[in-house]
């Protein structure tokens, strides 16, 4: 009597498995709605002048960082104290753009909300001079060339949590 107990119970068990399984071979409405938006897509063409405008911009050994694109806002966040409030600065060479600083605090400011802090920001702004001698001093695993690093904008920077005892 158990045998029979526990081939039943195998059977519908199968049969369960068997008849949920049927749809992951089915074409399912949600996918072909994501084919016929992918068919929807437009390509845009943009112009090269287009590369280097807005805050969103594009570098790398096929785009390289114009100098027209530079941040003119850029300061000493060591002699500004008042644009690195609430975290720190590495040394006292680090550069960054005043509009992205703001905003960097402004990032800090919500993360002590949440419990999060000791920022530090480690590295920002480097002109082409600074960055060329980075790259000539350290080389290509550690700094690109200047012109084709994110830092000649004075929109990059980066940071790190310190973690206090």
Known sequence: MKKWGFFLLLILCIGFVAGNTTSIFQDDKNHLDYRESYESVQNKEITEDQIYQGNLLLVNYEYP????SVKSDVVNLFKHGELSK???VFD???HLSEE???KFSEMVDAAEK???HHFLISSG??????QNRLYQEMGSNYALPAG???HNYGYHLMWDLLKRR
């Open 148 to 150: 084709y690093s994110e």
């Open 92 to 94: 006292t060479d680090i």
């Open 100 to 102: 992205v600083a703001q």
């Open 86 to 88: 609430g975290y720190g």
């Open 65 to 68: 960082v114009r100098q027209e």
């Open 125 to 130: 702004y480097r002109d082409f001079e600074e």
């Open 114 to 116: 949440d419990g999060v």
